[in-house]
């Protein structure tokens, strides 16, 4: 049993996990916590238990006593028992799959191909590549893209804006 250093009469605030999100990004968000305030080893495996709700709660009462040594083990032991909860990561592929709809507007296309990209590591000039490829035939923001030769994302994005901004007035 180890003594909670002074400050921490109230524990720190920690986002809570009930084992269906991704374990790695919450043992992540923990970290940061714990390492903010400059907390190590022993402690952080003292606080740990308090984020744990519903099954992950759970988990942690359920496990042998002395069962821990160490910080790194804990987070090994947790990460893989929650293992079926990863967050699968996201591929050019996902990218590539995202196309724009018969009837979908530029804005929400870029916006649902934005959301994916985030995940993805890719080059801009990847990114550049797919959303062109994804957009739809046969529209004038299309043949802009083609006629400009549009060359970074960035380029792509400002005539795109354009674009977006006279979608807008038409739907007026």
């Not at 032991?77 to 530029?106: N, Y």
Request: a negative charge; aromatic letters at 10%.
């Amino acid at each position: 049993d180890i003594p909670l250093p002074r400050g921490l009469e109230k524990p720190p605030t920690l986002d809570k996990y009930d084992g269906t999100t991704d374990p790695d990004e919450h043992v992540q968000s923990v970290e940061t916590a714990l390492d903010y305030r400059n907390l190590r080893g022993s402690i952080k495996c003292k606080l740990f238990p308090l984020s744990l709700t519903r099954g992950a709660s759970t988990w942690w009462r359920n496990l042998p006593p002395g069962s821990i040594d160490s910080w790194e083990e804990l987070c090994r032991m947790f990460t893989a028992h929650f293992t079926t909860s990863r967050r699968h990561p996201k591929t050019v592929a996902s990218l590539k799959a995202i196309v724009q709809g018969p009837e979908e507007s530029l804005r929400n296309y870029i916006e649902r191909f934005n959301k994916v990209s985030v995940e993805v590591e890719a080059t801009d000039k990847m990114k550049l590549y797919l959303l062109e490829e994804g957009l739809r035939e046969g529209t004038k923001f299309q043949e802009a893209v083609g006629i400009l030769e549009v060359e970074t994302l960035d380029a792509f994005f400002e005539l795109a804006q354009r674009y977006i901004k006279y979608e807008d007035k038409q739907k007026v």
